[in-house]
Nanobody, 126 residues
Framework: QVRLVESGGGQVQPGGSLRLSCGASGFSLDYYEIGWFRRAPGKERDGISCIGSGNGPSFSEESVSGRFTVFRDNAKNMTHLQMNSLKPEDTGIYYC???????????????????WGQGTQVVVSP
């Protein structure tokens, strides 16, 4: 059974850090792009970061660029989203998603992704 599971969410003060993890079962992430998405309270889901299949590069949207980094741990069939310098506007539910793709470059369009995790809550507040 194909499954993605996020972990690592929680509450943190502004300026703090969190690392979210996304574990896969039932398939190998090596051949999949991984996207990270955020649904802020009262807003639509937005793509924020992604990483290409294999050793493809990562990308982050402007709102999180320089603060968030996505990377793989292929030995554990996992990916991680390292979030630094967190702001209150980073609050939301974070999802990872996987998309089978031979392309080297990833995308943050959620409509193109095949598998989704259940989400993990992140709250940034004093």
């Amino acid at each position: 059974q194909v499954r993605l599971v996020e972990s690592g969410g929680g509450q943190v003060q502004p300026g703090g850090s969190l690392r979210l993890s996304c574990g896969a079962s039932g398939f190998s992430l090596d051949y999949y792009e991984i996207g990270w998405f955020r649904r802020a309270p009262g807003k639509e889901r937005d793509g924020i970061s992604c990483i290409g299949s294999g050793n493809g590069p990562s990308f982050s949207e402007e709102s999180v660029s320089g603060r968030f980094t996505v990377f793989r741990d292929n030995a554990k069939n996992m990916t991680h989203l390292q979030m630094n310098s967190l702001k209150p506007e980073d609050t939301g539910i974070y999802y990872c998603a996987a998309r089978y793709s031979p392309d080297y470059v990833c995308v943050t369009n959620g409509d193109l992704y095949d598998y989704w995790g259940q989400g993990t809550q992140v709250v940034v507040s004093p």
